[in-house]
């Protein structure tokens, strides 16, 4: 059985501050462009288990707030306005899945980046929670292997 995909309404875009960042707000703009749909992008820090949830952890909380900044001028690049959220939680991949229910997203996209010295992909932890967990579609954008050239 084949399931109809519909234009989502509301897609949530986990954003790291990596050069992938731009790819998958692009898509995110592109699949809500005709419809207007809701984009959320949301940016996690992780925190480690000694520290309380909310703890000022100001380099990084700088950090997410810059990258969010970006990802906010460049939907506006592409006509489209983006929400954001900066997210602290001991694990990112519970923190995606229980934020796209809650604002009930109708996709979650995820960027994996490619690890150029070892040829392979870090999945980590993140990936496979929210593939397991999520009540939503989820589209996983690897972002394209560079060609290498002969010397």
């Keep these: 059985m084949v399931r109809e995909l519909s234009a989502p309404q ?3 875009v986990l954003v790291n ?12 703009c592109k699949m809500t462009s005709k419809t207007l749909g809701d984009i959320i992008a949301i940016y996690v820090i992780e925190l480690k288990r000694t520290l309380p949830l909310e703890a000022e952890v100001e380099p990084e909380i700088q950090k997410g ?12 690049e592409q006509g489209r306005n983006i929400e954001t959220a900066l997210l602290q939680a001991r694990d990112k991949g519970p923190a995606i899945v229980e934020e796209a229910i809650e604002r009930e997203a109708d996709l979650i ?7 150029k010295p ?3 992909f870090s999945l980590g932890s993140t990936l496979p929670y929210v593939l397991k967990h ?7 954008y690897r972002e394209p292997i560079p060609v290498q050239e002969d010397s």
Excluded: M, Q, W
């Design 109 to 115: 996209i995820l960027g994996v980046n490619y690890e």
């Design 134 to 140: 999520a009540h939503s579609s989820v589209v996983i």
């Design 10 to 12: 509301k897609i949530l």
């Design 118 to 120: 070892y040829g392979e």
């Design 17 to 28: 501050g990596t050069p992938i960042d731009n790819d998958v707000v692009k898509i995110a």
């Design 65 to 76: 707030e810059d990258v969010l900044d970006h990802v906010e001028r460049l939907a506006g």
